[in-house]
């Protein structure tokens, strides 16, 4: 008995300690909780803003409304509390987890293994933007050779940066479209840094996009210019690679807020959620004034060089952009303006008869279900988003946040991997999203064909 219990224990120690060897985190997320939460009055809803505020809970489902499931993860240290004053103001908790870093672990697990598989079953290795989740250094490799593929990737796509970031990495961008493209399209991936399915999606969307510079017959890059930047916040993403699986934000320090103008905020804690730092109704709805706050807006609008940078660039040309796209994980919406409150801004028809042409294609891919709306509307109010500022300021007509898979819904096979999604999943998100946009933009080239004899490139 006590032998058999030593060679299980013996076997166990073997697998496990071969197969999560290679994993570069450390154990940081050891008896962190992921708890799941219905929140029925709206003194339940501050009660969790509260938490977000004050006691480093970190909230994963965007979505923040009465009657709707919420999932949170609670440092080990704040357990007790939290679930003391859930208890005390009549909130019904379950705990879908107990220590967060098996799951991430988990997630990690599936993919090396599938890797293996996949590197077994095709001798001629496949990309390995398809199989694994990339550095940056990778990706800046992937975009570097995805420019000098072939003669006509040369002469229709061009490699530049944005500008950089308080670490100083290039925000390199890519623009592919052909000398008759008169029309701009902007899209965005990875300004959350955990969201790693999203840049992995616009690398996905790139080689594609690649693939169809050699096609002779008109297609949408003999209409539009399009503008990919697959990692915003490459600092918030390599931090998340290999120190904190959960790090949502930049990584500029906030220990020296001197030029605040709303609020003193010099704090040890690192980074600013950069999609609730853009300049347009800042503040006003669902961010945080608390530096540890994984949605900390910033010591003022505009203050982070990732959320300038796109600014410059949009700004640069603002009268010709027709769209605008940011990618997000997860809960598979597709998303238009307003974030900052209920509003809806006075052209949303056509936002959201575009919003479901993409979608619809989308699914008839994979029977992938995105639920359409306006951000406040669908998620909650939460002002600062890019979304907001490219529609606002930037003048953008269609803009749209896409959260990508897996669904939030817990009935959902996969919806427990959340921002963990093994990298199985890059390549059938990957196809969908891409017929989902591009049905998008074809639907764009027949309602504005008049404008584009006006528009030039930025
Ligand atoms: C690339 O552009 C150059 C100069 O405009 C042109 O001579 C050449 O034929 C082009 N090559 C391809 C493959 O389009
Ligand atoms: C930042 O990076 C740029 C290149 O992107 C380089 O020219 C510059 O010297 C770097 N600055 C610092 C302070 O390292
Ligand atoms: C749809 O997705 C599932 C899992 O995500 C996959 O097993 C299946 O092969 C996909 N089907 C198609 C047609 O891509
Ligand atoms: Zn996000």
């Not at 009549?90 to 799951?103: A, H, K, M, R, S």
């Not at 490699?159 to 399209?185: C, D, H, Q």
Request: net charge positive; with cysteine.
């Amino acid at each position: 008995m006590l032998f058999e219990m030593w060679t299980s224990f013996i076997i166990y120690w073997i697998l496990f300690t071969y197969s999560y060897a290679n994993n570069n985190y450390n154990n940081f997320y050891k008896g962190h909780e992921l708890i799941r939460v219905l929140p029925k009055t709206n003194e339940h809803l501050q009660l969790i803003r509260h938490f977000e505020d004050n006691y480093e809970v970190d909230r994963w489902s965007e979505i923040l409304q009465i009657n709707r499931d919420i999932k949170m993860s609670l440092p080990q240290n704040q357990v007790s509390k939290i679930k003391q004053l859930c208890k005390q103001y009549g909130i019904d908790v379950t705990i879908l987890n107990n220590n967060l870093d098996e799951l991430i672990k988990k997630s990690d697990h599936i993919s090396k293994q599938y890797k293996k598989r996949i590197q077994r079953s095709i001798k001629d290795r496949i990309p390995h933007h398809l199989t694994d989740y990339l550095t940056y250094e990778q990706i800046v490799q992937f975009l570097n050779k995805q420019h000098n593929r072939s003669p006509s990737s040369k002469n229709f796509t061009s490699l530049f940066s944005i500008g950089n970031t308080y670490e100083n990495r290039s925000i390199w961008t890519i623009r592919i479209g052909k000398p008759s493209a008169r029309r701009n399209i902007l899209m965005d991936c990875g300004i959350h840094a955990r969201e790693f399915i999203s840049p992995a999606t616009c690398l996905y969307m790139i080689d594609k996009l690649i693939d169809e510079v050699n096609n002779r017959k008109v297609s949408i890059l003999s209409i539009f210019n399009i503008y990919i930047i697959p990692l915003l916040n490459p600092d918030g993403y390599e931090y998340a690679q290999t120190e904190r699986r959960m790090w949502r934000k930049n990584r500029s320090p906030n220990n020296n807020n001197n030029n605040y103008y709303y609020y003193n905020t010099n704090s040890n804690c690192m980074g600013v959620d950069l999609n609730r730092n853009f300049g347009y109704h800042w503040m006003e709805n669902g961010a945080s004034t608390n530096p540890c706050s994984e949605t900390y807006a910033g010591p003022k609008p505009d203050s982070e060089l990732e959320t300038q940078s796109l600014q410059k660039f949009i700004k640069k040309s603002s009268q010709h952009w027709d769209a605008y796209l940011t990618f997000h994980s997860y809960g598979q919406y597709w998303i238009y303006p307003w974030g900052f409150a209920l509003y809806m801004p006075d052209d949303y028809i056509e936002l959201k008869n575009k919003a479901q042409i993409g979608s619809e294609a989308l699914k008839r891919v994979n029977g992938t279900l995105y639920k359409i709306g306006s951000a406040a509307n669908l998620l909650y109010e939460s002002a600062g988003g890019s979304d907001d500022w490219a529609k606002g300021v930037g003048k953008i007509k269609y803009v749209y946040t896409v959260e990508l898979r897996p669904s939030d819904d817990m009935n959902d096979a996969h919806a427990h991997f959340a921002f963990m999604l093994p990298s199985t999943f890059i390549e059938p998100v990957g196809q969908e999203t891409y017929v989902g946009v591009k049905e998008f933009l074809r639907s764009l080239i027949t309602s504005r064909r008049q404008i584009s004899l006006s528009q030039k490139k930025p």
